[in-house]
């Protein structure tokens, strides 16, 4: 690893982005996206009681679904870099703990993903890590709960206020393979 300037860094040996996994929202799903999500769902509960306990399954189903698409199990992968909109990354940490994946909780909002990939290349090319996922998930209906007005209040919602995304995505990272590959990163 390699500092360039003040901000970049270069990394020796490219990181290879192994395999990547996505579950979106209905209203992502409506959007001209969808066929780029590995799975849609149709409802914000997924069958769960709570928008809280959905985003918990959201997440863990995206990084099931990420280590079975990269034929790797659960045990060869070195650490977790995940988070979420909730207070303690709760539905990171409740959705992911039976993996027994070593954990790092990441908030950084809507750079939460971008962030874990930066710590989990440099877990890589530090030669700490083989493989590593990298994961976010945010859910519309509990974002609303924690940041703006609870829809249980009613509040009529102005027509140029922000929309967060449900779902997640998931990328694991490795120290091997054919790309795409992370060469460089820069942290503002």
């Not at 360039?4 to 996206?33: C, R, W």
């Not at 409802?43 to 990084?63: L, P, Q, R, Y």
């Not at 908030?107 to 976010?136: K, M, N, Q, Y």
Request: glycine share 8%.
């Amino acid at each position: 690893m390699k500092k360039l300037g003040s901000q970049s860094v270069h990394f020796d040996n490219p990181i290879n982005i192994l395999e990547t996994a996505s579950i979106a929202g209905p209203k992502e799903a409506d959007g001209p996206l969808a066929k780029y999500f590995d799975k849609c769902l149709e409802d914000e509960f997924w069958g769960e009681k709570t928008w809280e306990k959905a985003e918990s399954k959201i997440i863990k189903e995206t990084v099931n679904m990420n280590i079975a698409k990269s034929k790797l199990s659960s045990e060869q992968i070195d650490f977790c870099f995940a988070g979420d909109l909730l207070n303690q990354c709760i539905s990171s940490n409740f959705g992911l703990r039976e993996l027994n994946i070593p954990f790092f909780g990441v908030f950084g909002a809507c750079s939460t993903f971008v962030e874990s990939i930066c710590l989990g290349t440099s877990f890589i090319d530090g030669g700490a890590a083989e493989h590593v996922i990298c994961t976010s998930s945010s859910h519309f209906c509990s974002a609303e709960k924690q940041f703006r007005f609870p829809l249980e209040l009613g509040t009529q919602r102005p027509p140029t206020s922000q929309w967060t995304v449900t779902g997640s995505g998931s990328a694991i990272i490795s120290k091997s393979g054919n790309g795409p590959y992370i060469k460089n990163m820069t942290v503002r």
